[in-house]
């Protein structure tokens, strides 16, 4: 959601109408977001019924809590954090979240491969641009993001999709900054040989 909305309120005189009765106003926070809340909410849950269960959730949550909300991020920063949560704890119920996803702090580990990361960065985005280049072909991207780990897709989704900075994908996640960027190196990897698998480089 911009700091400026459609009618030009910005976010803390938003809230304020809310929270003073005007709760149709909600609409304007939903209609900023829903496009990233659906994004975290496809990318992490399987089940169409369910996401739509999550989805509702999350509005609700965040529309119960609003009040307590601070401002120290923009208002989609934290209703994306929201949903990112509501997915994470479906996963643990369901124990479907994968091995090798946790909250360490991997800064160092992280800061190691910079230049690695830059390189395999490189790489991916240019098996990817040239799979996107293909219309027939945009399926075979999302189908192999699809075999990543849902935070590992979350992850590439928010940074090369929704365009999110490691900053602000670190307050959605609530992971470090170290980390998201270890997590991101790993989940490009695995994109670049989950394309690889299927095609050889020529063909992309």
Excluded at 4 to 30: C, R
Excluded at 92 to 98: D, F, G, M, N
Excluded at 138 to 145: M, P, T
């Amino acid at each position: 959601m911009n700091q400026k909305s459609g009618n030009h309120l910005d976010e803390k005189q938003l809230v304020e109408k809310i929270l003073h009765g005007q709760t149709h106003a909600f609409d304007i926070i939903i209609k900023g977001t829903q496009g990233l809340v659906t994004q975290i909410v496809c990318r992490m849950i399987a089940n169409v019924e369910d996401r739509k269960d999550i989805a509702q959730d999350v509005y609700m949550g965040a529309f119960g809590k609003l009040g307590s909300f601070r401002f120290q991020s923009k208002i989609s920063t934290w209703i994306a954090q929201i949903a990112y949560n509501k997915c994470l704890s479906y996963l643990e119920k369901k124990k479907l979240v994968l091995p090798g996803i946790s909250n360490l702090d991997e800064e160092g580990y992280a800061e190691g491969l910079e230049k690695l990361q830059e390189k395999s960065t490189d790489l991916t985005s240019t098996l990817t641009e040239n799979v996107l280049f293909k219309k027939e072909s945009v399926s075979i991207l999302n189908a192999a993001i699809d075999q990543l780990s849902p935070v590992y897709r979350t992850l590439i989704v928010l940074y090369h999709q929704e365009e999110r900075s490691y900053e602000e994908i670190a307050q959605i996640t609530e992971l470090p900054v170290g980390t998201v960027k270890s997590y991101l190196f790993r989940a490009r990897k695995a994109l670049k040989d989950n394309l690889l698998s299927k095609f050889k480089r020529e063909e992309l």
